[in-house]
């Protein structure tokens, strides 16, 4: 089993990075011998759409005959989804939606003619599907009966990775941040990982001990 592990916090001991680091060690119970990709956006961020991307893009016979070079990151970064059967995401709430970090990734990994296709009806995945699971921390309240601000990260998330084929979703997400010492976090990222559904990650469906999958000595 391969996890695509992506945090997208610029703080090391963030409540977004706890959550999605719980969500991979619950995956590890059952399949100890994972291995993890990392991609630490919030530590290595990406660089944000250059020129020759930009060009590469710009119409189909660009794409047919990209600028040399132009599309190796995005390459990079789309075989890594393409390597996973799960993607783990942490990402803070900023200004009601995703860290410009994380739309970097996005903005490279949703690529026409690669990882979907336009059509009259809108656009079509062209990946595999495979469980994205999103730990989301925010400061405030975006959800539920306290919800005091919209939530735009859900949807532009959700829709953005079901129009490259991963429509497998579970959002994680750890509200009121701000007013939550440390000891409550742990206590509120538990509830939130009693209702991860590991039905949803291959091989794991009817998992119940560790022992039940091989060890790969891989792991990083």
Do not use: C
């Not at 059952?30 to 991307?53: E, K, M, N, S």
């Not at 599309?71 to 993607?87: F, G, M, N, P």
């Not at 990402?91 to 990734?105: D, E, F, G, Q, R």
């Amino acid at each position: 089993m391969n996890i695509l592990h992506i945090d997208s916090s610029p703080r090391q001991q963030s409540h977004s990075r706890q959550l999605s680091a719980a969500i991979v060690e619950k995956l590890l119970e059952v399949a100890p011998g994972a291995d993890i990709i990392r991609r630490d956006l919030g530590t290595d961020p990406l660089p944000q759409t250059v020129a020759l991307y930009a060009a590469a893009l710009a119409s189909p016979a660009t794409l047919a005959a990209p600028p040399t070079g132009s599309l190796d990151l995005s390459e990079q970064l789309i075989r890594e989804v393409e390597a996973a059967d799960a993607v783990v995401i942490g990402t803070p709430m900023h200004n009601l939606t995703i860290p410009s970090v994380l739309k970097a990734w996005i903005d490279q990994v949703l690529r026409v003619g690669r990882t979907m296709n336009s059509t009259p009806a809108g656009k079509v995945g062209m990946l595999r599907d495979r469980p994205v699971l999103i730990g989301v921390a925010s400061g405030g309240f975006f959800t539920g009966e306290r919800a005091n601000q919209p939530d735009f990260l859900t949807p532009y998330l959700s829709l953005s990775l079901s129009s490259i084929g991963l429509k497998t979703q579970q959002f994680f997400p750890l509200q009121g941040t701000a007013f939550l010492d440390w000891e409550h976090a742990a206590a509120a990222r538990q509830a939130l990982l009693a209702a991860l559904d590991l039905a949803v990650v291959p091989g794991l469906g009817d998992t119940h001990t560790s022992s039940v999958l091989p060890a790969n000595a891989g792991r990083r």
